[in-house]
């Protein structure tokens, strides 16, 4: 019988041999996972100085800015945007009156007048003021009209009676309806029609301080500027909504928009 003990040393070489591949695979495991670790890095020093020392409307946040750029620099002239907050308070106040400066944060009084073309939206924009902006303005329209006399009413006889037809019919007339005829939508489009309430935006001086990116700049009126001015207009007023009430934004709206339009409201 032949002796097992060839065959034992043999396995037992092998076993040896295998051993130092074995426990050198936790460590490759080990090396790989270090390299997807999921701790937070560290910072780097520019972020940090970026967002502690300059305000949001100011500056672009730092990790919103690519590398390089994709598309090549328009033609024509370059379009200026304000950054001085001189000119936007001064602009604030020919709007608003004195202390008109005071009544937003400084952080809503550009964001206010900041359209979502400039910047790439990347510091914010006015879409969500303007939309409330917006409502408070169309309701004080639509108050202001049925307050309006309404340009033509029903003939009435010497008691005060509505005077029938050819047909023998006469309208129901009551005071509540009286001024109902001029509340129609061709008429609160004309009031708060595009080129009135930018119109009244340049009064204001809302073009110099309004921050936008116009398709051409030597071509205002064909890259939608009327809108623009439109927009930062209820913007201003929606940021006065939220930040002062309701009251004050309907002030604001009969006195600075409304009475230049041509109504006139009771001091009651």
């Known amino acids: ?3 097992k003990t060839p065959i034992r040393s043999l396995l ?3 076993r040896s041999s295998l051993c130092p591949a074995r426990l050198s695979r936790p460590s490759l495991v080990r090396t790989s996972a270090c390299a997807f670790s999921t701790t937070t890095p560290s910072r780097a020093p520019e972020y940090e100085t970026e967002a502690a020392d300059r ?3 100011q500056q672009t946040p730092p990790r919103m800015v690519a590398p390089f750029r994709t598309r090549p620099l328009p033609r024509g002239p370059v379009f200026h945007v304000n950054d001085d907050p001189r000119k936007l308070d001064d602009a604030y106040v020919r709007m608003l009156g004195p202390g008109g400066d005071k009544m937003l944060s400084e952080e809503v009084k550009w964001l206010a007048v900041t359209h979502k073309s400039f910047d790439h939206g990347r510091r914010g924009f006015n879409d969500r003021l303007a939309f ?3 409502r408070i303005i169309s309701l004080q329209t639509s108050q202001a009209l049925l307050s309006f006399p309404p340009a033509e009413s029903w003939p009435r006889d010497a008691n005060g009676h509505p005077v029938p037809d050819k047909f023998g019919r006469s309208p129901f007339i009551h005071p509540a309806l009286a001024n109902l005829a001029s509340l129609t939508a061709d008429a609160k489009d004309s009031v708060l029609d595009k080129k009135r309430l930018s119109g009244l935006a340049e009064r204001y001086g809302l073009d110099k301080v309004t921050r936008w990116k116009p398709k051409r ?5 064909g890259s939608g500027i ?3 001015l439109m927009t930062s207009l209820y913007a201003i007023v929606g940021a006065i909504a939220l930040e002062r009430g309701g009251e004050v934004a ?3 709206t009969q ?4 009475a230049p339009l041509g109504f006139t409201f009771s001091s009651d």
């Open 1 to 3: 019988m032949a002796s």
């Open 12 to 14: 037992q070489t092998t």
């Open 55 to 57: 305000p949001r409307w």
């Open 132 to 134: 409330l902006g917006k």
């Open 217 to 221: 700049a030597d071509n205002l009126q």
């Open 226 to 228: 009327d809108a623009v």
């Open 250 to 252: 309907n002030k604001v």
């Open 255 to 258: 006195d600075k928009i409304l």
